[in-house]
């Protein structure tokens, strides 16, 4: 028995060497086993010095226990004292990993694969590998041999002997030499395949890049030949066999566990095509099908095993190809997509401690440096390695990238992969995440070298590294553009115009050389703009390039840089505001509206720029009127007046579309708004009320001009169609009607001659040419259409529509609301017609037989010659008018019974009869979604080419501009036009069976 001093004192000392439980190694320490080395200094010195002191000693004791005999025990334990490099290894093994402890513990002598310490052996390759798996003839014999070598990298790997990328290309080395062993177990078990046929083993992934971690699946793909002279028909089927038995001698659990899983997925069809194919089946089938990633995968492609002379020529065959890859049409947003699709299937739970495939992860930096290496690596034949740290490296030294970015990623990427190599050592299991439990972070922290505060110091490296990777298309991919043109890096090598070029191409950019001389005359100089400029520039580039007019999205920012760069605010906002700079850059590059409008009031960048949300969030129709009452009252004249509700316009249209853009496309904080209807009514209401609000400061302005304070007649105006209800589009025009009435003693000449000349001024005033886009007010759904008065008193409204209205003013009725003017007048017309849009009863069945033959004359008559009906989004099948037609004749024959039908808006009308069961849930959400679908394309067009449309446009880039903020990614305008098909023709089907009553 221990003194309790004694107890006392090593108790402090196994503290201060870094053991969590004292108490416990204590008592192993005193057991019978350790007795001959216990009271040596050196060992508790190397068990301090382990990853986890307390793994360590309890490994040991492990160990030693299970040596058959107290000879060897002694043999041992005398060479553990006796071998410091023994030692270290050892010990350093068993406080890394308790899967290499459980190795040893079930393989007692295994130990001694660790004595070994000659130069030659510090970096042993295949041969040395296939030396040590020579004896295995099964598959338990090859996986005991197999993490016998394991041990061997293991050990060299946590003392330090062997770097990261060392110890990467051991572990592949050892996978190839492991495929050849497997592949000649499956050969000898089955000889008669082996003569049938040629079999390649090509590595891809992690192995073919010799990168690989200590738990991985090996990527392969399989090429197979027939033997001369050998059935043409059975090799196939004989190396399928091989191929399969290699696989699932690696990959199937034993008594000795798995090696590890051989996955085939990566080829040509996946896991749907054949295994094994010819090599001029495998070409064919690039040249023809695959996809962007797939020449992607091929970067890593090396023959491992097999008949490695067809391994060969499979790679050889193949390159041509994968250095073409990057003039492939949407290259460079193909290889972006597929990154954002690795992020977005990862588990929210999971993505913060994703140390691969998560933002800022190993992955990141893959992608980035391929992707580079795709773009240059047809021109330069130096870029092409499998091996990320030395294609970063060939990517610094020939100006692709920053040699200091270059330094900076390769020990982000070093350490991030060092903690991948810690965590999966210590259970030999394939996971890339970090653990949560801080016994477990603790021993990766000094596994890393990390002893003052392990967790804490663990964690801030960690973050650190994974900010500078996050940055890295900044790093990588555009800031070497900045420095081509703006020389910033004088006497190291930098981006020629050629590569610099060829980069914009891979980006998108149509035309490189302007492309070029914007980013010259943005980032060239060295004034605070300049410099400003030069930091915000690689990540504008990055989001421009994400768009689908990345020229335009430059070109812009280079106008409105002009327009504002000497204004403090706004490079300060842009530098300072995240989201200012991304939503402008989403802004620039979506399309022709808002840009131009923002041009024409520049300082409405600011709207952008604010943190809440709260500078795009559109105003209130209130909030509106009275900013344009304000800025009318303050104007001279008429036309000062309308100039300047027009600026008031001009800004909420920009607040609007930005809003509407930023929403569509996404940022890279807040994903994209998945709601499309509330997007349409957000852009419908703000829209109609900024036009009501315009409307009210004109009539202001032309009163005031004409007759002071007071009108002789008291006036109103009565938005119709989209206006009133609250559906206008960018391009709309505002329907109306205007109706006045007499005021006490006024004689009604006077006032009728009063209301046409305040139409006839508003009218005016509103079309004076100008740059915004236009608002034309359409009066002709009036009385006896353009054949009448453009304004009647409230009586003549009424005696007209007493005798002589026909059923379709009463269908447009039902969209009448008071927009401007006299509240009380215009209430009093909504009085006035209700009875007529919403008839005691119904509708007869003339009138709705008048309403259907109405709407197949119009589709007959007004779609205009050419057009494909099938894509007209106002006119064509499932389209505007077949919605709005069939939920308003419901409006008609039942909204004198159902209040909720007695709605100027279409999709609350829609809601409100399948509410009261006039239509099915199903077919109510089929035409709510053609309807908002038709809606978001007309505001598409918009956006895109800066005047009204509606069909898509025939312009490439602008069709996939319509389906980038549509949320269609580059190369699927095609899927878009089918979904738009399909949803229509849905539609179509509802509106025969509810209108038409098929």
């Known amino acids: 028995m221990t003194a309790p ?56 004791v492990r160990l030693v226990e299970v040596q058959d005999g107290h000879t060897a025990q002694r043999e041992l334990l005398d060479t553990l004292i006796a071998a410091k490099p023994l030692r270290d290894r050892l010990l350093g093994v068993l406080g890394a990993s308790a899967a290499l402890a459980d190795h040893l513990a079930r393989h007692p002598r295994d130990w001694q694969a660790l004595v070994t310490y000659e130069p030659q052996d510090l970096h042993p390759g295949v041969q040395e590998f296939e030396r040590g798996l020579a004896e295995a003839t099964d598959p338990v014999s090859l996986r ?69 971690n200590y738990v991985s699946d090996v990527d392969v793909i399989f090429v197979g030949e027939a033997v001369d002279g050998a059935d043409e028909h059975k090799a196939p089927q004989a190396a399928t066999r091989l191929a399969s038995h290699m696989m699932r001698i690696c990959s199937e659990t034993t008594v000795e566990g798995s090696i590890w899983p051989v996955d085939a997925n990566l080829r040509p069809e996946g896991r749907n095509g054949p295994l094994v194919r010819t090599l001029s089946s495998h ?45 492939r049409e949407n290259f460079v947003g193909d290889v972006q997509k597929m990154r954002r699709r690795v992020v977005e299937n990862i588990p929210a739970a999971q993505i913060e401690r994703e140390l691969k495939l998560g933002p800022g ?42 040699r200091d970015d270059a330094l900076q990623l390769d020990d982000a990427y070093r350490f991030l992969r060092s903690m991948e190599h810690r965590i999966q050592l210590y259970r030999l299991r394939r996971t890339h995440l970090v653990p949560e439990d801080e016994a477990d972070q603790r021993r990766i922290g000094r596994s890393l070298g990390l002893r003052s505060d392990p967790v804490a110091e663990l964690n801030r490296e960690w973050k650190r590294h ?116 991304e939503n402008l850059a989403r802004v620039l590059s979506a399309g022709r509206l808002a840009p131009d409008l923002l041009m024409r009031a520049p300082e409405a960048v600011a709207l952008l720029g604010d943190g809440d949300g709260g500078g795009l969030e559109p105003r209130s129709r209130a909030h509106l009127e009275q900013e344009i009452l304000a800025a009318v009252g303050r104007a001279t004249g008429g036309e000062q007046a309308v100039t300047a509700a027009r600026g008031v316009r001009r800004r909420e249209l920009f607040r609007t579309a930005a809003t509407d853009i930023v929403a569509s496309y996404g940022t890279e904080e807040t994903p994209a708004v998945a709601d ?180 197949a004359r119009m589709e007959s008559e007004r779609m205009p ?64 979604e053609a309807w908002v679908l038709a809606t978001r394309v007309r505001n598409a067009v918009m956006l895109v080419r800066g005047r009204a449309g509606d069909t898509f446009p025939s312009d490439g880039r602008e069709l996939a501009a319509v389906g980038r903020y549509l949320g269609y990614g580059p190369g699927h305008v095609g899927d878009m036009l089918d979904d738009y098909r399909r949803t229509t023709r849905r539609a179509r089907a509802v509106v025969e069976e509810l209108f038409y009553g098929a």
């Open 5 to 60: 001093g004694r107890r006392s004192s090593t108790f402090t000392r196994l503290l201060r060497h870094g053991f969590t439980d004292p108490s416990a190694a204590e008592r192993l320490l005193e057991s019978d086993e350790l007795a001959p080395i216990r009271s040596d200094p050196v060992l508790l010195d190397a068990l301090g010095a382990t990853a986890d002191p307390d793994l360590a000693l309890h490994g040991l």
């Open 144 to 212: 005991v041999a197999y993490r016998r070598c394991l041990l061997s990298i293991a050990a060299r790997d946590v003392c330090g002997t062997t770097d990261l990328a060392q110890t990467a290309a051991e572990l592949a080395d050892l996978a190839t030499a492991t495929l050849r062993a497997a592949l000649a177990i499956a050969r000898a078990t089955a000889p008669d395949d082996a003569a049938l046929c040629r079999l390649a083993v090509i590595a891809m992934g992690k192995c073919g890049g010799h990168e690989l």
């Open 283 to 327: 070409l064919a089938y690039y040249q023809r099908w695959a996809k962007t990633w797939e020449f992607q995968a091929l970067l890593k492609a090396r023959p491992v095993a097999g008949d490695l002379e067809l391994g060969e020529e499979y790679v050889a065959t193949l390159a041509p190809l994968v250095w073409h890859a990057a003039e």
């Open 361 to 402: 992860g190993l992955r990141d930096v893959e992608f980035a440096v391929q992707l580079l290496q795709l773009v240059h690596g047809r021109a330069d034949t130096s870029l092409r390695s499998g091996t990320t740290l030395d294609a970063l490296k060939a990517l610094a030294a020939g100006g692709y990238v920053g």
């Open 466 to 581: 994974a900010a500078v990777v996050r940055r890295l298309h900044e790093k990588l991919f555009y800031r070497p553009l900045l420095d081509a043109v703006a020389q910033l890096a004088p006497g190291e090598s930098r981006l020629s115009p050629d590569a610099a070029r060829e980069r914009l191409v891979a980006l998108g950019y149509a035309d490189p050389a302007a492309a070029l001389r914007h980013l010259e005359a943005l980032a060239s100089g060295v004034t605070r703009k300049a410099a400003i400029q030069r930091t915000l520039l690689p990540v504008l580039l990055g989001w421009f390039a994400d768009s689908a007019d990345p020229d335009a999205g430059l070109l812009n920012f280079r106008k409105v840089s002009d327009a504002l760069g000497k204004t403090p605010w706004y490079l300060r906002l842009l530098r300072d505001e995240g989201a200012a700079a």
């Open 676 to 855: 499309q209807g509330a997007l349409v009514d957000l852009v419908g209401g703000a829209v109609s009320d900024l036009t009501a609000a315009t409307l009210a400061g004109t009539l202001r302005a032309v009163v005031r001009d004409g007759w002071g304070d007071t009108l002789p007649t008291k006036f109103a105006v009565i938005g119709m169609g989209r206006f009133g209800g609250h559906e206008l589009g960018y391009g709309s025009d505002a329907d109306v009607l205007f109706v006045h009435e007499p005021r006490e003693g006024v004689e009604e000449q006077e006032a009728s001659r009063a209301a046409h000349t305040v139409v006839a001024e508003m009218r005016r005033l509103l079309q004076i040419p100008s740059a915004d886009p236009p608002l034309l007010i359409d009066a002709d759904l009036r009385p006896e259409g353009k054949s009448g008065p453009l304004v009647r008193t409230l009586n003549s409204y009424e005696a007209y529509y007493r005798r002589w209205s026909l059923v379709w003013e009463s269908q447009a009725l039902l969209r009448a609301e008071v927009v401007a003017g006299d509240v009380d007048l215009g209430d009093r017309f909504i009085e006035l017609v209700d009875p007529l849009r919403y008839p005691a009863e119904g509708l007869g069945e003339d009138a709705v037989r008048e309403i259907r033959r109405l709407k």
């Open 865 to 928: 010659r050419g057009a494909d009906p099938t894509l007209h989004t106002k006119l064509g099948r499932g389209g505007l008018s077949d919605v709005e037609w069939t939920v308003q004749l419901l409006q008609l024959r039942h909204g004198w019974a159902e209040p909720g039908l007695r709605t100027t808006r279409t999709r609350e009308g829609l809601a409100a009869a399948c509410a009261v069961g006039l239509l099915s849930g199903e077919d109510a959400a089929t035409l709510d």
